[in-house]
């Protein structure tokens, strides 16, 4: 080989190297920086969300069930016909349902992943509930949404819709 193919080797190699790293560069500027891009949760990150919310069913203390709702949440309960739009109303269902001693299983799981700040979980679950006065136990199958925001970190129920299946 020449010096002079040897230069143009050189510059063609060298001029290719430019020409991928500027278009990286471009690339990953027009992205933006990495912490300003939301990552997005798993689809089996956003159903674990139901196992917490279960867990805190079984302490039997309302509050701790309510603390996994956002401050302005909407609950359309499963047991009940009123409409509850505050922590005070939330709470208030769950020392009612809570006397049952429900244990919930999902029985099927749809997850739609939003964005990195939210996610909807909607399916079918069942809940085996305890008679608080003859200790008989009873299974009421329903469909139920939970729709989830990513706020301050904390991943939130916005709006909680679960209803009894319909007969037939």
């Known amino acids: 080989m020449t010096r002079r193919s040897l230069s143009k080797r050189a510059a063609v190699v060298t001029g290719a190297a430019v020409l991928v790293l500027g278009t990286v560069g471009t690339v990953a500027a027009a992205a933006g920086p990495p912490q300003h891009r939301p990552s997005h949760p798993g689809k089996d990150r956003i159903a674990a969300l139901f196992d917490t ?3 805190a069913l079984q302490t039997g203390d309302p509050r701790k069930v309510a603390d996994l709702y956002a401050r302005d949440a909407v609950l359309l309960p499963t047991v009940s016909n009123e409409i509850r739009t505050d922590r005070a109303e939330i ?3 769950f020392e009612h349902f809570l006397r049952n001693e ?5 029985i099927e799981s749809r997850v739609n992943v939003l964005d990195g700040n939210s ?7 069942a809940f085996t509930l305890t008679d608080p006065k003859t200790g008989a136990k009873s299974t009421v199958k329903a469909r139920y949404t939970y729709a989830y925001e990513k706020r301050n970190g904390t991943w939130l129920i916005v709006n909680h819709h679960s209803s009894k299946m319909p007969e037939g």
Request: proline fraction near 6%; charge should be neutral; glycine fraction near 12%.
């Open 53 to 55: 919310w279960n867990k």
């Open 91 to 93: 709470v208030d269902y």
């Open 102 to 106: 429900p244990v919930g299983t999902k």
């Open 119 to 125: 996610a909807i979980d909607t399916g079918i679950y």
